[in-house]
């Protein structure tokens, strides 16, 4: 079993001398080459006694008894099956992104090469998602979140039920919008462009409510209007989503208390459709996206990521609730987050959680597989000196 608390990786044949940021990692160019020689200590030892350990041993043949070469085993057990043709020492760290590592191990397990330098491994999606439900756990209000890497599918829904809609069913209208225009049932004149375009990208009210009314058969009876939204929401599998309310016009409402309801999931799944162009027909998704690139709604997810990095969003927000739902781009690999609370009693601190939240799960996806870790690099002589070991 590959201990955790210290790894370190020795490389043979290809070392250089001269700065510690020249040290290649290891090679896999060829069937010729084997595995590179990394070692791993069997016994837990301290951080210090590591740290000692790690920087004092100078050749493969003169490790201590406790220490052994890994096994291609072994290494699979890190870093998954990597590619047969693969050179590490010709990429650079965000090129590690591309490597497919479908068994990384835990957040915190650090190896160390011979030049000195500590890498830090990036936590898995599972050690991701403990991670999203523990912040969720310490947030007042009941909270939900919905996480998908596009790239490889992996998803997790955590806490997934029906919650407050607020504007998020806003999605939903738009989309039998577009629908019934694809079909030639609704006839878009300027009037149902406009609504369309500032109901989602300013999110205003009175744009749904007129888009709904153009719904209704000659009764013009508001609820047949719903009928055609919901229809669509129920055809598109939206299991947790229904909208029995117009937006902000009390005279609207239903009489029995029930809400417009969504879910994190269902709005994650609607986003996707939208993504790979199956919303609707490919032109319909295209319009789609573009009106939530478009987005004026920015003080959420926006305000999460880094300034410039390319999103498609809705948010949705009333006196308890703090929603927002997002395609976020990265050059990396793409990803949909929504994220839902309500039942707030300080939407403000409910806002920064949003943000804090959005800023880890993009630096998640965003950060190396393997990356030096600065808090633990010491230089050479540093660690030789420390270790009693003279160069």
């Known amino acids: 079993m590959i201990k955790k608390s210290m790894v370190s990786l020795l490389l043979t044949g290809i070392l250089t001398t001269t700065a510690i940021w020249s040290c290649p990692i290891a090679a896999l160019a060829s069937d010729s080459v084997s595995w590179p020689e990394l070692t791993v200590q069997t016994e837990q030892i301290s951080e210090t006694e590591a740290d000692t350990e790690a920087f004092s041993v100078d050749v493969p043949n003169q490790l201590p008894s406790d220490w052994h070469a890994l096994s291609e085993e072994e290494l699979n057990q890190l870093f998954g099956d990597l590619p047969r043709y693969l050179d590490l020492g010709s990429f650079t760290l965000n090129r590690l992104n591309n490597i497919p590592i479908p068994q990384i191990t835990s957040d915190g397990m650090v190896i160390r090469d011979r030049c000195g330098r500590a890498w830090r491994i990036r936590m898995n999606w599972q050690e991701l998602q403990k991670r999203i439900t523990s912040m969720l756990s310490d947030y007042q209000g ?39 225009i694809e079909n030639g049932d609704l006839t878009e004149t300027d009037t149902i462009t ?19 009314r153009s719904f209704c058969d000659e009764s013009g009876d508001f609820q047949t209007g719903l009928a055609k939204v919901n229809d669509f929401i129920q055809r598109m599998g939206f299991a947790n989503t229904i909208q029995v309310n117009g937006i902000a016009d009390p ?21 996707e459709m939208i993504y790979n162009r199956e919303l609707v027909s490919h032109y319909a998704s295209y319009r789609f996206e573009n009106l939530l690139n478009n987005q ?28 927002d739902t997002a395609i976020i781009y990265t050059p990396y690999g793409d990803y949909i987050f929504c994220i839902l609370s309500t039942n707030l009693t300080d939407t403000g601190s409910a806002v920064d ?10 630096d998640w996806f965003t950060r190396p597989v393997i990356e030096v870790d600065s808090e633990t690099l010491l230089p050479l002589d540093t660690a030789s000196s420390e270790s009693g070991e003279t160069s």
């Open 142 to 180: 009941d909270w939900s979140v919905y996480l998908k890497d596009l790239k490889n599918g992996n998803t997790m829904e955590i806490n997934e039920h029906a919650m407050q809609s607020a504007s998020l069913i806003k999605l939903y209208i738009a989309g039998a919008t577009l629908e019934l």
């Open 194 to 212: 406009h609504a369309l375009h500032e109901m989602i990208t300013v999110s205003d009210n009175e744009s749904s409510n007129v888009l709904v």
């Open 251 to 271: 005279s609207l409402w239903v009489s029995d208390g029930r809400i417009n309801e969504t879910s994190a999931a269902d709005c994650g799944r609607l986003l």
């Open 296 to 323: 004026e709604v920015n003080y959420k997810i926006p305000a999460g990521l880094p300034e410039g990095t390319p999103i498609s969003h809705k948010t949705g927000e009333v006196d308890d609730t703090e929603n």
């Open 353 to 362: 959680h949003i943000r804090e939240i959005t800023a880890m799960v993009y």
